[in-house]
């Protein structure tokens, strides 16, 4: 991150730039452009290099067959249909992700129940320490 970012992140409460755990390019996987803008802005605020992002499930299907991310954050509910089918195929790529949502793990389906969920509203610190559960160098 610029010197300007890691100050900002400093004063925010921020311990260290995602790009610092590898996570350079994030897939923000919602359909309502505002909550979009808002990951967005917290994705760089943290320090992520890039963002990827995806409204509906035939986008999401072709971004996983690129695998051109190093973190997916998925809304539960796109355009109607669940992520959960793309979420399970995240698992198997062993690409780290998380929900955010108003959906509960309750829920969720039985092998999605483990995958963090941050709840909707959220702030930065929130993404943040999702990020920090899913990302391996975080858990070192």
Request: hydrophobic letters at 45%; aromatic letters at 2%.
């Given at each position: 991150?610029?010197?300007?970012?890691?100050?900002?992140?400093?004063?925010r409460g921020v311990k260290m730039g995602v790009s610092e755990l590898g996570v350079r390019r994030v897939l923000i996987v919602d359909d309502e452009p505002l909550i979009v803008r808002l990951l967005e802005m917290f994705l760089s605020e943290l320090g992520a290099d890039e963002v990827v992002k995806c409204a509906n499930l035939p986008t999401l299907q072709e971004a996983i067959e690129r695998g051109d991310y190093?973190?997916?954050?998925?809304?539960?509910?796109?355009?109607?249909?669940?992520?959960?089918?793309?979420?399970?195929?995240?698992?198997?790529a062993r690409k780290p992700f998380f929900f955010v949502s108003g959906y509960v793990h309750e829920d969720m389906p039985a092998a999605l129940r483990q995958i963090p969920l941050v709840p909707k509203p959220y702030l930065i610190k929130d993404i943040e320490e999702a990020i920090r559960?899913?990302?391996?160098?975080?858990?070192?």
């Open positions: 991150p610029t010197p300007d970012a890691t100050r900002r992140s400093a004063s190093d973190l997916a954050i998925l809304d539960v509910n796109l355009c109607g249909k669940t992520s959960f089918p793309a979420a399970e195929r995240l698992m198997v559960q899913v990302v391996p160098a975080a858990q070192t």
